[in-house]
């Protein structure tokens, strides 16, 4: 009996999983960005749920507001207004435009044809 725990020692001690030189196992990567801290994490799970329900949580602040509550009436408003939409902004580009590009090139001549002599006398 005293053999066989030798035996199985043995074989624990010499199997290291993946091999390495110095008999340690590197931890595999998760391939996700490093872990938020958990008020964040609280706060993307209530935009989530946010996002799911809020057609529902309008509808049920505007009933109160209509029922009289100040304090609904109040957050509707402020998040009304709360993002306005941003102005196109111009797209700064480099150089003249390409119709002004075209603008500024002389216009294109056909080159004079020539008249090719065959052996008729005839031109094509």
């Not at 110095?22 to 996002?51: C, F, H, M, N, Y």
């Amino acid at each position: 009996m005293v053999e066989a725990q030798q035996e199985s020692t043995d074989k624990a001690s010499k199997k290291t999983g993946s091999a390495t030189k110095d008999g340690t196992r590197k931890r595999a990567s998760r391939g996700k960005a490093a872990r938020t801290d958990g008020a964040e994490r609280l706060r993307q799970a209530a935009d989530r749920q946010v996002g799911l329900n809020s057609k529902k949580l309008t509808d049920l602040l505007t009933e109160k507001a209509l029922k009289g509550d100040l304090a609904s009436t109040r957050e509707l408003v402020r998040l009304a207004e709360r993002k306005k939409p941003k102005a196109e902004l111009a797209k700064n580009r480099r150089g003249p435009a390409r119709v002004e590009q075209l603008a500024v090139e002389p216009a294109w001549q056909e080159p004079p044809e020539e008249r090719k002599e065959t052996s008729g006398g005839k031109a094509d």
